[in-house]
């Protein structure tokens, strides 16, 4: 079982909708939680971190579920800017940071 | 402060020869990694280091793979010899544990022909 799993898509989203999607980790041991936004041909860049009890920015919503061991990354009234691929990432144990695949969201007028 | 800096931001060399990649992190770090990313695989981590001491080197994809750095401000990810499967383009990302977000370098666009 891979370390980060993640829906590769892509997600094609009407202007102004709503999308969600998750990511599963193995390592239960993992301590913080990221989402990191890539646009195509550039570098990765942090969204947003991910706190136990949940959080908001903006139009983003990120989700933890430890039980489950998975993260949630909810986009609502979508905008055409909003296409790119979403990576997320545990922080496990010695601050090693291992990505996941990615899922790719396509916006649409 | 300038952010991570990669250098060259691409490379077309041919198969055998020897490529080294260079990476700037940011003033202040004490982690750095390397990572290769593409289509078929994703964002791979094939390295990081603390403190100038390489943590864990279990992504690396063989002997031809190699890392190093020297000091606090510079890092070498060295393939030799060099093979088309390599082609990708390999990240540098710097952090600190205060600071947790990793800031990325523009990457190398690696191509192996």
């Known amino acids: 079982r891979k370390e980060v799993e993640q829906d590769p898509g892509p997600f094609n989203v009407p202007e102004g909708a709503t999308v969600a999607f998750n990511c599963t980790y193995s390592?239960?041991?993992?301590?913080?939680f990221f989402w990191y936004r890539q646009d195509c041909r550039k570098e990765p860049k942090l969204l947003m971190s991910?706190?136990?009890s949940g959080n908001e920015d903006g139009r983003f919503t990120a989700q933890l579920n430890r039980a489950s061991q998975y993260i949630s990354l909810l986009i609502r009234d979508s905008k055409l800017s909003d296409s790119a691929t979403y990576l997320c990432v545990p922080q496990a144990a010695g601050n090693k940071l291992t990505f996941g695949g990615g899922t790719r969201v396509l916006v649409k007028p | 402060d300038a952010g991570v800096i990669q250098s060259p931001r691409h490379e077309v060399t041919e198969m055998g020869q020897e490529v080294t990649l260079r990476c700037k992190p940011i003033?202040?770090?004490?982690?750095l990694f390397w990572y290769r990313q593409t289509m078929m695989r994703g964002l791979e981590l094939l390295i990081y280091?603390?403190?100038?001491?390489?943590?864990?080197d279990s992504g690396m994809p063989e002997d031809r793979f190699s890392a190093k750095m020297p000091n606090a401000s510079f890092s070498t990810l060295k393939i030799q010899p060099s093979e088309p499967r390599d082609s990708a383009v390999y990240f540098c990302a710097s952090t600190s544990p205060q600071l947790i977000v990793a800031f990325f370098g523009q990457g190398t666009r690696l191509t192996v022909v």
């Open positions: 003033s202040g770090h004490d982690y």
């Open positions: 991910v706190y136990s």
């Open positions: 390592n239960s041991a993992s301590q913080s």
């Open positions: 280091f603390n403190n100038n001491v390489p943590i864990d």
